[in-house]
């Protein structure tokens, strides 16, 4: 079952080089499961015993369904669509020494650099096209080896294993092509889309590492992918809310985008959409504004977002005690500066939830010298405020683009998703 579990999310991140991809994929499987689309501009006429979702900017995505019997709580599990990765600017073709032809690119998020040298990679995002007299998205992916970020050689660079820091403008900008190449870039974006050129009139495209996912180890106990972070949370959360029977509350599986920018966007955890959904599934229901505010007192979110594994090159770097290994359970992180929404009753009650779906759980606590990342639990809760617990599964190389967890974790956060919206 874990193998199974593992090719099923490796190929569901193969389909999702971007958040937007990675929203079109869960609507999809949600269409299948017989899942009804809701607009924001549009009326909800919600039913007891239905099943809907929403998204926002095509890149976050909230699916919920309604019990038949009166209930009054919302279980909620929250994780994210986006992942660090260099974003192509606009015009961004360069011809150099009219010899090569590179892309102009930035940064999108706080990714290792390093890792994208000297990989094939290619382009993947969403576009703006003409349509007539309206305006359309259209998304895209080029689904071959297209670009190179080419290394300094060792003997131009006799500091490079002892010293690492990139400059983005100068050395991260990918090989395109010869100089002919030159003004084809979207004509070949075009292409792929089957748009004409002339009618793109705006981008979002992102460069995605070509390298699949693979189960690897001495007894295939690991798996590297890209967008591990945060896409095992996220298809863990679908899957235990898929196959959950959802009779006692409202559940709520929710993916929000830009956590790696701070998430201060329209669809980002600090935005009001989850908020604006829980809202409206209680006015689509007939319930007044004290009644929300009744159900968010009694209700709970889990905040799920990847988290480090102990680094066997790098013991020091963990706390002394609560240091999580991957394959041994979820994780559930602490901090006393609430950067993680866990508290005493948040963590035993996610504790509870582990027992009952008979999972094993580990702990995780920066080394107090060092400070962490953030997440989305704290943030989310600015805008609903629900008792709410941070957890994650165990990975090695976080932002890398190639990252690195283990096999049985993805099924043990299914199985505890499964048993909270059980
Ligand atoms: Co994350």
New binding site residues.
């Given amino acids: 079952m874990y193998y199974e579990i593992a090719e099923k999310l490796l190929d569901f991140i193969k389909k999702s080089p971007t958040a937007f991809h990675a929203v079109r994929e869960m609507e999809t499987r949600l269409k299948d499961e017989g899942f009804c689309e809701l607009k924001e501009e549009e009326h909800w006429k919600l039913e007891k015993g239905g099943k809907y979702f929403v998204t926002r900017n095509h890149s976050a995505l909230i699916a919920f369904s309604i019990p038949r019997k009166e209930v009054s709580k919302f279980h909620i599990m929250a994780s ?1 669509s986006d ?1 660090p990765a260099f974003k192509i600017k606009e015009n961004p073709e360069m011809l150099f020494d009219n010899a090569y032809v590179k892309l102009n690119v930035e940064k999108y998020g706080g990714m290792l650099c390093a890792p994208w040298f000297d990989r094939p990679l290619s382009v993947a995002g969403r576009l703006a096209v003409r349509e007539g007299e309206e305006l359309v998205e259209k998304l895209v992916c080029i689904d071959r080896d297209l670009l190179v970020i080419p290394s300094l050689a060792i003997h131009m660079n006799r500091e490079a294993n002892e010293k690492a820091s990139y400059n983005i403008q100068k050395e991260l900008l990918p090989l395109y092509g010869e100089a002919d190449a030159m003004g084809s870039f979207w004509e070949l974006i075009a292409e792929a889309a089957g748009v004409k050129k002339e009618d793109i009139l705006g981008h979002d495209l992102y460069l995605y590492n070509r390298t699949l996912g693979t189960v690897w180890g001495a007894k295939g106990e690991f798996l590297s992918s890209a967008r591990l ?2 896409l095992q ?1 996220a298809f863990s959360s679908m899957e235990g809310f898929l196959r959950a029977g959802r009779e006692n509350f409202i559940a709520v599986h929710c993916v929000l985008d830009n ?2 920018v701070g998430s201060t966007t329209r669809q980002g955890a600090a935005s009001t959409f989850l908020k604006d959904t829980l809202l409206r599934i209680h006015t689509g229901l007939g319930r007044s504004y004290e009644e929300y505010l009744m159900t968010l007192a009694g209700s709970f979110m889990i905040s799920a ?2 988290a480090h594994s102990v680094h066997p090159n790098y013991g020091d770097k963990a706390d002394p005690v609560n240091h999580p290994v991957m394959n041994r359970g979820i994780v559930i992180k602490y901090n006393a500066n609430q950067k993680y929404c866990t508290d005493a009753m948040s963590a035993a009650r996610f504790k509870e939830i582990c027992r009952k779906a008979n999972v094993p759980y580990q702990t995780f606590v920066n080394r107090s010298d060092m400070p962490g ?1 953030s ?2 639990g704290n943030i989310a809760n600015t805008q609903v405020a629900v008792s709410a617990v941070d957890i ?1 599964l165990a990975q090695l190389g ?1 932002h890398s683009p190639y990252e690195t967890a283990g096999v049985r974790d993805t099924w043990y956060l299914i199985q505890a998703a499964k048993e909270f919206f059980q």
């Fill in positions: 994210h992942s972070d945060d949370c956590e790696e977002d990847n990342g997440t989305l994650g976080m």
